[in-house]
């Protein structure tokens, strides 16, 4: 492997109410929010990119299966229905794990398993 892209996504500075819609409303949350005062984001970008740095080390020294093991305790999405938006098309199925590649493996509705590379993935709200 030579490279890899990785996406993150942070709900900073908002207010869930104002700019999300209503069905997020009960399950979505942002850092200011949570903190009641806004968050400086340079400053949120130095501690994330601080913890990539530390990962990657990890990564250097143990291999991917010790990232892989503990990035698995904070994937909300396995378990749960999703929708994978990628250069193939849409996908939709059950997100049951990530493989020892990094591939999210996805039960689909006649229950086949697909490997699934790269794609912009969302659960699917209401549906465990």
Do not use: C
Not at 118 to 125: F, H, L, R, T
């Amino acid at each position: 492997m030579e490279y890899v892209v990785i996406g993150v996504g942070l709900n900073a500075n908002i207010d869930v109410k104002k700019e999300l819609p209503p069905e997020l409303w009960e399950t979505a949350t942002s850092l200011e929010e949570e903190l009641g005062r806004k968050i400086a984001l340079e400053t949120l970008f130095k501690a994330l990119l601080e913890k990539m740095e530390k990962l990657y080390q990890t990564f250097l020294e143990k291999g991917f299966a010790k990232v892989l093991a503990k990035w698995k305790t904070y994937a909300a999405f396995l378990g749960r229905e999703v929708e994978v938006h990628g250069v193939g098309g849409r996908i939709e199925g059950q997100a049951i794990d990530v493989d020892d590649e990094g591939a999210l493996v996805l039960r689909l509705k006649h229950g086949e398993l697909k490997r699934v590379l790269a794609g912009d993935v969302s659960i699917k709200i209401g549906k465990r």
